[in-house]
């Protein structure tokens, strides 16, 4: 419904427009909007008066619209007509856009023009008089309603120029790309750690991940669909960096223990120390995890404690108080939902011992790992790491591959 629109305004978050970061802050998003811009070269990025457009030269406003509103940063789009600052063009253009509702039934609406120069012939009050009765003349549908119009027709003169829109449609917000440094979120197959992962690429974090696989224990298919959801992470930020770390001796090495119910909690350690090495490698400074309070037997606050003590580093947790129902809405809003819910295997899943600990004892765990050569597989995990740069524009892993999966041979 957004018919013949011109140009799209781009309106920034309180936290990016002000402070001393502005400039960095501005050009991050105007970097961001190029990028997600440049399969569309007639449509062109524009910043005037310490605002930023683009005109969509051409390209339909949706398109451009479904791809811009993940850029954080930018807290909403309003599509807008431009015309000259005249009475005459801005009543045409203000018929226009009414026209483009298509009225079925009657709607309330108003005016709420704005002279932000002071030179044009007439007051805002005036406008708002002179505007709407022509509109109100062309669609016998519209009754005037000043406090809560279905319509809210805006005008705004300014030097030059007059804009003239009604809808307002809500953007990602949060901090621009980057802008809060660097983490690793250690990326499973699951719902939760996409999910966090957004959460924190919203907070200005610039993300890489990183993946435990257990090859042959979980199959090619488990990896493709963690390359899937780097995928999807990476239309929110660009470029996103994806680690595969060979899991399957550090987890092989944990069954031969009889430990059994530290199982998930020795696995995760494992995981903190390896990820911990990437993160100074990467020049990183936090670790991003999808741990929700409660969720399951090492998602305790006693098991959460134990395993951290694996890291010197920050491990933040986005998700950690909120509801399954809340992360699993998030995670269709943003996209990766529907990958996450293919049943390929986890290396976790594999190995969930019949009662996990909820309360590992910390002294019983360091026992363990100091009778196996941990360093040593540590150090192996890390040399064979493979290295992926995920882009938004990469096809599909699951869709382009012909393997047949292999979770059935094994098991
Ligand atoms: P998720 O839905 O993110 O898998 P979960 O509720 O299933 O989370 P766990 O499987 O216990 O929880 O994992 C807790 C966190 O540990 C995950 O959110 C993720 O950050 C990390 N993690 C688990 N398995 C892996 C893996 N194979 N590779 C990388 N990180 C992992
Ligand atoms: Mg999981």
């Known amino acids: ?224 669909k963690v390359i899937d959801l780097a995928r999807v992470l990476s239309s929110y930020g660009g470029k996103v960096r994806l680690h595969v770390v060979p899991f399957t001796e550090i987890q092989t090495s944990f069954t031969t223990t009889r430990q059994d119910n530290l199982m998930i909690t020795l696995m995760r350690r494992a995981m903190l120390r390896i990820t911990t090495r990437l993160a100074e490698q990467q020049k990183a400074l936090a670790i991003v995890t999808g741990e929700s309070l409660g969720q399951v037997a090492s998602q305790t606050l006693n098991s959460m404690n134990v395993i951290e003590r694996a890291t010197d580093l920050p491990v933040l947790r986005p998700l950690v108080m909120q509801d399954k129902d809340q992360i699993i809405e998030t995670a269709q809003q943003i996209g990766t939902y529907e990958l996450s819910i293919l049943p390929y295997e986890d290396c976790c899943t594999l190995f969930v011992p019949r009662s996990p600990a909820t309360n590992p004892n910390r002294r019983v765990v360091e026992k363990v790992e100091e009778n196996l050569p941990l360093e040593e597989m540590i150090e192996r995990a890390v040399q064979q790491t493979e290295v992926l740069d995920i882009t938004p524009s990469m096809p599909s892993a699951l869709s382009t591959t012909t393997t047949e999966s292999t979770d059935s041979d094994w098991f």
């Open 1 to 224: 419904m957004i018919g013949h629109i011109d140009r799209l305004m781009l309106r920034l978050g309180e936290i990016t427009l002000k402070g001393k970061n502005r400039g960095r802050f501005e050009k991050t998003i105007a970097e961001h909007v190029r990028e997600v811009l440049r399969p569309y070269p007639q449509a062109k990025l524009q910043r005037e008066y310490g605002r930023m457009y683009v005109d969509t030269g051409g390209v339909p406003a949706e398109q451009l619209i479904e791809r811009l509103k993940n850029i954080f940063g930018i807290v909403d789009i309003i599509p807008i007509k431009h015309t000259e600052p005249e009475l005459e063009a801005i009543i045409a253009a203000a018929v226009e856009l009414v026209g483009e509702y298509d009225l079925q039934q009657e709607t309330s609406f108003k005016v709420n023009a704005r002279r932000v120069w002071k030179e044009f012939a007439h007051s805002s009050q005036d406008m708002n008089r002179l505007i709407s009765s022509p509109v109100l003349r062309a669609y016998p549908l519209l009754k005037v309603d000043v406090r809560q119009p279905d319509i809210e027709l805006r005008v705004e003169v300014r030097e030059g120029i007059a804009y003239i829109y009604s809808q307002i449609i809500p953007a990602a917000g949060g901090f621009p790309r980057g802008s809060n440094g660097r983490a690793m979120l250690m990326l499973s197959g699951g719902i939760d750690s996409p999910v966090a992962g957004w959460h924190a690429m919203k907070r200005g974090l610039e993300i890489e991940c990183v993946h435990f696989h257990s090859y042959p224990f979980t199959s090619e298919r488990a990896r493709e």
